[in-house]
């Protein structure tokens, strides 16, 4: 059997830098997935706050305003870091676990309100996905 010779100006595994990186792990592309299920349901919450804010008199205008205006920034911003993840940009890991370990007190807190249809997604996907984002697979498949 031949032996393989060295490579030159590549990664470790011997890949020349530029080639096709190979195929995503699981748990990146449920982390990801993830990611994007949070920006949408940001963006739907947004969304429904601007259309009360629209359509009922608030008590608060300005506060409304806001508070529309804030959940859909958010959630625009969190899919910018869904994309980043389906994109592997090395960036993205960070701002997603950050997330994520935002996300659990927030799953907390809505359960010792007893809002447990919300509280229970909620943890779910924020656990898988920090499961997903601090894997050694997906940290290497994003460095490549």
Do not use: C, K
């Not at 601007?50 to 409304?64: C, H, M, Y």
């Not at 993205?92 to 927030?106: D, I, K, N, R, V």
């Not at 007893?114 to 498949?141: I, K, Y």
Request: charged share 20%.
């Amino acid at each position: 059997m031949r032996e393989r010779e060295p490579y030159r100006d590549g990664d470790e595994d011997g890949r020349a830098h530029g080639d096709a990186p190979g195929p995503e792990p699981l748990l990146l592309r449920l982390a990801t997935l993830g990611v994007a299920l949070e920006a949408v349901a940001l963006l739907a919450f947004g969304g429904w706050l601007g259309v009360e804010t629209l359509v009922a008199t608030p008590d608060n205008e300005d506060i409304a305003r806001g508070s529309t205006a804030y959940f859909l920034v958010l959630g625009a911003l969190v899919a910018l870091v869904a994309l980043a993840l389906a994109r592997r940009q090395a960036w993205s890991l960070g701002a997603g676990t950050f997330l994520q370990l935002l996300a659990l007190p927030m799953a907390w807190y809505m359960a010792r309100e007893g809002l447990w249809v919300g509280a229970v997604p909620l943890a779910a996907v924020a656990v898988v996905s920090l499961a997903g984002l601090v894997g050694e697979r997906s940290r290497a498949a994003v460095e490549r």
